[in-house]
């Protein structure tokens, strides 16, 4: 395992991180950026831009081709499969199409991540509907997935990405499906998360949304970063 | 920690197991069709080993003495014979037995009957009716004897062996039975992959509607065991039901096949055996079902683990 050079207010850096495809799909070319810890980053580019696979990068999903990515001092593509298991625990994310487990209840599907770490009954009967309620799902505890509406369907994949408090909120694209109301709904609990204390990136291509949040904003371009400023605007 | 993550797999096993309603019907039925002819093979072989054990019980040889042999004589051949581990039985028939059951035989041939009475001395030598353990082994057995006709040294005991007479027929016979049980575990073993491969491939495509769960489940933070665990459990648990679907299936179809069956192949009948080794054949299809089931699940998911 080899240790993070950069600074230590950094809790995510990655160093000159290269992924290539195929020899003429360069899907990553050299990106460098670090991100502090309880910053929120929103990362803006248009479709092919690199965006998801930099977050897929940072989940130790894909391997990069060159360079490294660090979470605090670890180099995660150096991890083993176990402490990759470890390692994605202290990660919440959320996905455009939501990625719910079809075949259990909102309780379960929050219930899961917190049983996946080894978490006590007494614990997950006590923080599910607490995490439930606080995204506004408290009186659709039991329904299914297929039962929710789009934006209901969102707070339920946040309300699992945050019940093991990560330290750390991966957000991909995660309005991409839902409707202005829904939209901002979201953009305000991605908000609170990083009030009280969790680093959150976030990818979109709402300008309505980056806007709004008045945060740092990345933009990436064929594989490279072409702009990275605080209290950023969307422009492309 | 390891019993709190094995009581929450086998929990979700079974809600899974309850919850996919279509796919588990689907499953179920698959693995029920391929343990039952499973378990088809099994009475295959049961009726097929009975029948050619009663042809083999057929085949003997004779030896038929001289009258004049001593009966001490015989009494030490036969001992000899059944030192041999070719032999299976040796039955002595003496002489007064024999022109017993010759007369039995013919008790309503008056004819017959009365030019017995005409002789003065009983006619029928003594005889050896001898089994081997198996058909091939026939032809040791009269070499033994002819072997035997020869070193005892000028006057010999023994009159006629028949095997000589019947060494085409014996020979033809061993050698179709030797093909059948060749053919039959063939078959069996051909039938049996490809009853493997079927309830693998139903699995498979049981746990490819699962594949995003999986990932989601892997970038939640879950570990292969416990990712695993429940697919394994529903795996199981398909085996399972079918097993103890394809059980009581046979009960029917077993009392309509038993008059069929022992018509055809001559004495087996398939309900006898199907309630005698009820046991073995539920121990048979339940293990089985366990086991593919488990392990096609098992090896299913292992694909979608990468991630």
Not at chain 1, 6 to 16: A, V, Y
Not at chain 2, 98 to 125: M, S, T, V
Not at chain 2, 154 to 181: P, R, T
């Amino acid at each position: 395992m080899t240790e993070n050079p950069k600074k230590n207010g950094n809790i995510i850096h990655f160093d000159n991180v290269k992924k290539m495809y195929m020899e003429n799909a360069i899907a990553l070319d050299g990106v460098t950026l670090s991100i502090g810890k309880n910053e929120f980053v929103s990362i803006v580019g248009h479709s092919g831009a690199g965006k998801t696979t930099l977050l897929k990068m940072l989940l130790a999903e894909e391997k990069p081709t060159d360079g490294k990515v660090y979470f605090n001092t670890t180099d995660v593509h150096s991890l083993n499969r176990k402490n990759i298991t470890y390692y994605r625990r202290k990660i919440g994310t959320v996905f455009q199409d939501f990625r719910l487990i079809p075949s259990k209840t909102a309780y379960e599907n929050v219930a899961f991540a917190m049983e996946a770490c080894g978490r006590e009954d007494r614990e997950i009967e006590l923080d599910v509907p607490y995490v439930l309620d606080l995204v506004d799902l408290g009186n659709k505890i039991w329904n299914f997935p297929n039962e929710l509406s789009g934006g209901e369907k969102q707070r339920l994949a946040i309300a699992r990405a945050i019940v093991n408090q990560p330290e750390v909120l991966i957000a991909d694209e995660p309005t991409g499906n839902l409707d202005p109301i829904n939209t901002y709904e979201i953009a305000q609990i991605l908000k609170k998360i990083n009030n009280i204390g969790t680093t959150v990136i976030l990818t979109t291509h709402n300008k309505g949304v980056i806007d709004s949040l008045n945060s740092r904003v990345v933009t990436m371009e064929n594989g490279k970063i072409i702009r990275d400023n605080e209290n950023g605007k969307y422009i492309i | 920690m390891f019993w709190m993550n094995t009581k929450r797999i086998v929990k979700y096993g079974f809600i899974n197991f309850w919850r996919n309603g279509f796919v588990t019907l689907a499953s179920i039925l698959i693995m029920t069709v391929t343990l039952f002819i499973m378990g088809s093979l099994i009475f295959l072989g049961a009726i097929l080993d009975s029948s050619l054990n009663q042809i083999k019980n057929k085949v003997d040889i004779n030896v038929y003495f001289v009258t004049t042999a001593p009966e001490e004589d015989i009494i030490s051949l036969k001992s000899s014979l059944e030192q041999l581990s070719e032999v299976s039985s040796v039955e002595y028939v003496s002489r007064e037995q024999a022109i017993e059951e010759f007369k039995k035989r013919h008790e309503n041939d008056q004819l017959i009957l009365q030019a017995l009475q005409e002789l003065d001395d009983n006619p029928l030598g003594a005889h050896f009716n001898i089994r081997a353990k198996e058909t091939s082994q026939y032809e040791s057995i009269a070499t033994f004897l002819e072997n035997y006709q020869t070193s005892s040294g000028g006057v010999s005991i023994v009159d006629k062996v028949n095997f000589f007479q019947n060494k085409i027929a014996i020979e033809k016979l061993s050698n179709i039975i030797l093909s059948i049980d060749k053919l039959s575990f063939g078959v069996i073993i051909v039938f049996m992959i490809i009853s493997i491969l079927i309830i693998f491939n139903t699995i498979r495509l049981a746990i490819y509607t699962s594949r995003e769960e999986i990932s989601v489940m892997k970038l939640v933070g879950a570990g292969n065991f416990y990712v695993r665990g429940p697919f394994v459990i529903e795996g199981i648990m398909y085996g399972v039901s079918s097993a103890l679907i394809a059980l009581a299936l046979f009960y029917p179809v077993t009392i309509w096949m038993a008059p069929l069956t022992e018509d055809f192949f001559g004495g087996a009948n398939i309900f006898n055996y199907y309630v005698n080794n009820f046991a073995q054949i539920f121990v048979v299809l339940i293990l089985s079902g366990v086991f593919l089931g488990g392990v096609s699940s098992y090896l299913a998911v292992k694909k979608y683990l990468k991630i």
